[in-house]
């Protein structure tokens, strides 16, 4: 383990814009999509601003953990679990399974990896955890 002030500050702004977006944004864009697309960047910075773990390993396990959720959600995991009077299991891991969804996690991770490579990290932890 480790901790990385850089992604733990991103971490907590993304945080804030999905909160701003789940409690003042009803639409047709930014909620489903944009936030799906954010959701995962989310995750990403979590993860790498708590565990050493290279940016691709980093970025795919997140792709395929939003791929994991979203699949659970085809089989109905909340009602499978009993959950389905919580909002809160309902909010988190979802109730509706999208295609579009997929589509938007896949987009999260190649803006992030884009960013990751634009900004410069991936010269020191692109492909191994250093």
């Known amino acids: 383990m480790r ?3 850089y ?3 991103w971490s907590v702004v993304l945080f804030l814009v999905e909160l701003c977006i789940a409690i003042f944004v009803d639409d047709a864009l930014i909620r489903p999509y944009v936030g799906d697309v954010l959701v995962v960047i989310l995750i990403y910075a979590v993860v790498r601003a ?13 792709l395929l953990f939003a791929f994991g959720v979203e699949i659970l959600q085809y089989f109905k995991i909340v009602e499978v ?4 009077s919580s909002a809160i299991a309902r909010t988190i891991i979802g109730t509706t399974f999208v295609w579009e ?3 938007a996690y896949t987009v999260g991770i190649v803006i992030l990896l884009a ?5 410069g990290w991936y010269k020191r932890e692109w492909y191994v955890v250093i």
């Open 3 to 5: 901790f990385e002030s």
């Open 7 to 9: 992604y733990f500050v």
């Open 50 to 62: 708590f565990f050493k773990v290279a940016i691709l390993p980093a970025a795919i396990g997140v």
């Open 81 to 84: 679990l009993g959950l389905e």
């Open 101 to 103: 969804d997929l589509v």
């Open 115 to 119: 960013l990751e490579r634009a900004i």
